[in-house]
């Protein structure tokens, strides 16, 4: 069973910066995507970045094209989401997610493609 938990969330004023943390455990190999979605209340969730572990192609959201990065580190297994001049707009639930992906060394972008999700760490940015 594969499992997600999310870590690095918390209050920053707006041009700091956070990195969030994903542990994923459960897949055999590193051949899966994994991906930092987003959501605030009353709203659409948002694709924030995604990354292939095994390949490491990478999307980010032009949103945060510029400010953050998504990383990996194969040996510990997890997934980064590094947040830089953030702003309050970025204030949001942040969640990781995953799916196997043994036939493609891309991604999708969609949340929706993704069938395994953490329960989210909150950012918030005051300005």
């Known amino acids: 069973q594969v499992q997600l938990v999310e870590s690095g969330g918390r209050s920053v004023q707006a041009g700091g910066s956070l990195r969030l943390s994903c542990e994923v455990s459960?897949?055999?190999?590193?051949?899966?995507?994994a991906g930092w979605f987003r959501q605030v209340p009353g709203q659409r969730r948002e694709t924030v970045a995604t990354i292939h572990v095994l390949y490491t192609n990478t999307y980010v959201a032009d949103s945060v094209k510029g400010r953050f990065t998504i990383s990996r580190d194969s040996a510990k297994k997890t997934t980064y989401l590094q947040m830089n001049s953030l702003k309050p707009e970025d204030t949001a639930m942040y969640y990781c997610a995953a799916r196997s992906s043994i036939f493609s060394t891309s991604c999708s972008s969609e949340g929706d493609w993704y069938n395994s999700w953490g329960r989210g760490t909150q950012v918030t940015v005051s300005s």
């Open positions: 459960g897949f055999a190999t590193n051949n899966y995507c």
